[in-house]
Every structure is written in structure tokens, then in C-alpha cells.
């Protein structure tokens, strides 16, 4: 009989067979210093593009100050046990009560973690003559939360509303036999390409197809929309949103998230969400750091404008230098080039090394094969002289590649990979 191991052993899996040439640079990269626009990394200053601190609200002051009374007066343990047993505040039920406000449902549920809070509601949502129809670029947490789900599951193709409409008819013939009913998932921003999920038009589907729509609005919640409610409230159909979700990881700058809905689905879900019934309650220094944030998000709309100004800088930066950054519709900023993983991994060394530019690199299989995706996350505390630099960096390696110099450079590390 085989070890168990023995896999593990032959096979490191699509990223980690990159580790030896990747890690601690490319991936699991050190970044040192306060969270902003510029931090260190490997002792070099560099502008920072891959942290989501949309509103910059990680090192701000006021939001250091409320975080650290709060761990002085909570310690990181208060309170203990999960919320249904022993885990339950005021202040949670604060939170909820204003989140939900703000983002215009009837009431709002904690979850520890967004990843485990999405696998969890999923799977709370559904029962085995349920069908899922979902896109099929859609985040991690949701692709896990449908394989919880023992009954049929349908994919639609990328923001496609064709490809959408054509599964819901078959889901819907499915639900016919099975008894069960419609589940679509979307994400608000397409956190890789920046694209927002196509909402609108999938409310409208509502009028032919009885389903329920639930986003997760991760990338949206603080960055768009007039009040900041995100994906939903920009493109206008809040309401045709059956269930909510945002992590508190990106705009919030903090950890934690929500779902929010009206009330008596919430009441459901308070009763039947894995995670948050089988773990601890989340602790009160994060529940009053995202009182604070919340605050900060309904009162101080510079914040969001700050962000905007910086993005907006940045995207028509690029494309007036002819660089390919898709069809983003929110701050998300990616830039395709092409060329091989080594080429890739020395245009990012070159770009963090002599230009002092630190940004995310993505590659096959994330993306097709011979494209190379810099993603890009400004952010309110970044400035337009960081814009400046950034888009000379990006002439300057475009040209680089575009001559073969990151081929010659990056021999050594072809020959090693095809041996
Ligand atoms: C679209 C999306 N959903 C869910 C999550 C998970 O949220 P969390 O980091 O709170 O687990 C993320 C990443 O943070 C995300 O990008």
C-alpha cells in the first residue's frame, strides 16, 4: 500500500511546485514598516501596490488609537465561546444593526472570516433539490462553498448573462423535478480583473426566472457606490440583492466580515451557520476596531474620494501609454503583458529592484498561459508622484521585455525548471 505522503512527495501541486525559485521574493514575500503607499521590503523602500487598504484606513491614526484602547480594554480573548452559547455583546449586535443600515437591508449577521463565512451561508442556503448556478470565475470561498453542496450545480460563463439565462433555464427545468429552488452567485468586483459582476442585468432576470441572488461584494463594500455600500448600490439594485456579503480584509482594513439580508432570512441563518455556531464569537477588539471603521466610511467620504483620485490617475495613466488593463470597472488595476513564468518573475525582480515598485504577479494557472497579470491595488494613502514613478517603472520594463532582456536574464531559471 502507498504512504499517504508519497503524493506530497512527488508532487508539490501548480504553485508549489515554484516554491524553490519563488518563495520568500514572489510569494510569501516579507513586507516590512507601517501599512501604507511605501514599506520596505528586503530593507528597500518600495511603493506598495498589492495591499487592499482601499481608504487607507490601516494605519490611520484615529483607527490605531480605537484598535489599541480596545485590545487594552478586552485583551484578545473577550468574549469566549460562540455567539449562540456565550460569544454574544451589545456591540456585536451594534455592528449588525449598523451594517445593515449601511448597506440598506433589514439586518446584518457577523462572520469570524469572509472565506469560511461564504463557505458557510452557501451551504446554509441550500439543500440537496436546491441548484446553484454560479460564474465560473468566481472566488475561491464560493467554488468551496458549492462543493458542500450535495445537489445539482450549474456554472455560467465569466459576467456572461447569455451563458447565465441559459443555465437558469436549465436549472430551472431541474428544480421542476427536484422540488427545490434557484440559488445565482455572483461576486460584486472581480477581484483578479477588476470587472464588477454583471448585477443589474442579473435582477432583471429575476422577472423571467424565480431565483435568489447572493453576492459577495468583497472588493465593493467602501469603494463603490455613492455611499460606499458597494457593487449593488452603484449600479442601483440593492434591493434585487436576496443576500449581501463583504469581508472587513479589504476596505475595512481589518479582519472579520458580514452577511446582511432581510430580517427573517438572517434570523435563519443565526441558527444555521456552521461557522459562527461551531466557533468562538469574533473578538471584541475587532468588533469595535469595525465600529470605528464604519464610522469612518459613513462620515468621511474624502476618504473614498482620495481613493478615486488615485485610481482614476493610475488607469488613465496606463492607458494612455498603450499598457492592455482590461475591462476593470472598480480599483482593482491590472496590467497583461506577455511572456513566460521566468520572464515574469525577472520583470518583477527588475521592477523591485531597480525601480522600486512592488506589485502582485500572477501567472498560469490563475491566468492563460503566456500572459503575465500585475495587479495593482491603489490605495487613499498612495500619492500621484507614487502614480509617476510607477507608470515611468512600467514604460521602462515594457521595454525591457519587449527587447528579450528578461529572456536572457531569466535563462538560467528556464533551463533549471525544464530539467
Ligand atoms: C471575493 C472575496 N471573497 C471572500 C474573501 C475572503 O475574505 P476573508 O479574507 O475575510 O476571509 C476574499 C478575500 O479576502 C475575496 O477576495
Not at 30 to 38: A, F, M, Q, T
Amino acid at each position: 500500500m502507498r504512504d499517504l505522503f508519497d503524493k506530497i512527495y512527488r508532487d508539490k501541486g501548480p504553485l508549489g511546485k515554484w516554491a524553490s525559485h519563488a518563495e520568500g521574493y514572489f510569494v510569501f514575500p516579507k513586507l516590512e514598516g507601517e501599512i501604507s503607499n511605501r514599506m520596505k521590503f528586503r530593507g528597500k523602500e518600495v511603493v506598495t501596490w498589492s495591499i487592499n487598504d482601499y481608504l487607507g484606513l490601516a494605519n490611520h491614526p484615529e483607527v490605531r488609537k480605537v484598535d489599541a484602547e480596545a485590545g487594552a480594554a478586552y485583551g484578545s480573548a473577550y468574549p469566549m465561546g460562540a455567539r449562540m452559547m456565550s460569544g454574544h455583546t451589545e456591540l456585536h449586535e451594534t455592528l449588525q444593526n449598523e451594517l445593515a443600515a449601511f448597506v440598506d437591508k433589514e439586518a446584518a449577521y457577523l462572520l469570524n472570516f469572509g472565506y469560511q463565512g461564504m463557505l458557510s451561508t452557501i451551504d446554509a442556503l441550500v439543500s440537496k433539490d436546491d441548484i446553484i448556478v454560479y460564474d465560473v470565475d468566481a472566488h475561491a470561498c464560493i467554488i468551496d462553498g458549492v462543493r458542500l453542496h450535495m445537489g445539482k450545480r450549474f456554472t455560467y460563463k465569466h459576467n456572461d448573462v447569455e451563458s447565465l439565462e441559459k443555465n437558469l433555464e436549465r436549472a430551472t427545468k431541474m428544480a421542476e423535478q427536484t422540488g427545490g429552488g434557484i440559488l445565482v452567485i455572483s461576486e460584486g468586483v472581480f477581484g483578479m480583473r477588476g470587472e464588477q459582476g454583471r448585477l443589474k442585468e442579473i435582477v432583471e432576470l429575476k422577472k423571467k426566472y424565480n431565483f435568489r441572488f447572493f453576492v459577495d461584494d468583497a472588493h465593493g463594500f467602501g469603494t463603490l457606490g455613492a455611499n460606499g455600500a458597494g457593487a449593488g448600490e452603484e449600479q442601483g439594485v440593492q434591493d434585487g440583492i436576496d443576500v449581501y456579503f463583504a469581508t472587513f480584509a479589504k476596505a475595512m482594513a481589518s479582519t472579520g466580515a458580514f452577511i446582511a439580508a432581510d430580517k427573517e432570512i438572517i434570523d435563519y441563518l443565526k441558527y444555521n451557520l456552521r461557522s459562527q455556531m461551531f466557533a468562538k464569537s469574533l473578538q471584541m477588539q475587532l468588533v469595535v476596531g469595525a465600529l470605528k471603521r464604519l464610522d469612518m466610511l459613513r462620515t468621511m467620504p474624502e476618504l473614498k474620494q482620495n481613493l478615486w483620485k488615485i485610481v482614476d490617475a493610475l488607469q488613465s495613466g496606463l492607458k494612455e501609454r498603450g499598457f492592455d488593463i482590461g475591462t476593470t470597472q472598480s480599483c482593482v488595476t491590472p496590467v497583461y503583458l506577455k511572456g513566460s513564468i521566468p520572464e515574469a518573475m525577472a520583470l518583477v525582480k527588475d521592477l523591485r529592484e531597480n525601480y522600486g515598485i512592488f506589485c502582485s504577479i500572477v501567472v498560469y494557472p490563475v491566468i492563460p498561459k503566456g500572459l503575465i497579470l500585475l495587479r495593482m491595488i491603489p490605495t487613499a494613502t498612495h500619492t500621484l508622484e507614487d502614480v509617476r514613478v510607477t507608470l515611468d517603472a512600467f514604460d521602462a520594463i515594457r521595454t525591457r521585455l519587449e527587447n528579450g532582456t528578461y529572456k536572457r536574464l531569466s535563462a538560467a531559471v528556464t533551463a533549471a525548471m525544464e530539467k
